[in-house]
């Protein structure tokens, strides 16, 4: 019987060193949207959002609006779905008016109840321009002579 055993585990260990699995990892990730900036630890709101927005229906990520035109984006763990949001979104810190990591945020759908989930990740976000200007260039126009 203990041969059968000893049989049996060497079997398996050679079945288990046999098989590889190569996964690349990709050491920098390229960032998704030139309007994300740096990554940032806390916001501080002195005492509540002025705004938010959903990030092109992603369900764990967040934009927040601080003042006129401060936005930040959160990436989110946890169970909840941004996407079915009404209008209720509500935060929890841990003892100081700054959202940093690990605080939550809570969503309401407004029929079942509240999904909570934590920030992993904040980000300066840069608000959209409709259209740059362009400094102009007295150069361009030359009149000949």
């Known amino acids: ?34 309007q994300l900036g740096n990554e940032v630890r806390r ?25 006129v035109k401060d936005e930040y984006k959160l990436e989110l763990s946890g169970f909840c779905d941004v996407t079915k949001a009404m209008s209720n979104i509500a935060t929890r810190t841990r003892g100081s008016s700054c959202l940093t990591r690990g605080d939550e945020i809570i969503v309401s759908d407004g029929f079942s109840g509240v999904d909570r989930c934590f920030i992993k990740k904040m980000y300066k976000w840069r608000t959209e321009t409709s259209e740059e200007t362009k400094p102009e260039d007295s150069d361009s126009t030359t009149a000949s002579d």
């Open 1 to 34: 019987m203990i041969r059968n055993f000893i049989g049996i585990v060497v079997a398996m260990t050679i079945i288990g060193c046999s098989q590889t699995t190569v996964t690349q990892v990709d050491p920098k990730p390229s960032l998704p949207n030139s």
């Open 43 to 67: 916001i501080c709101f002195a005492s509540s959002i002025n705004g938010w927005k959903e990030f092109n229906g992603e369900r764990h990520s967040v934009i927040l609006t601080k003042g």
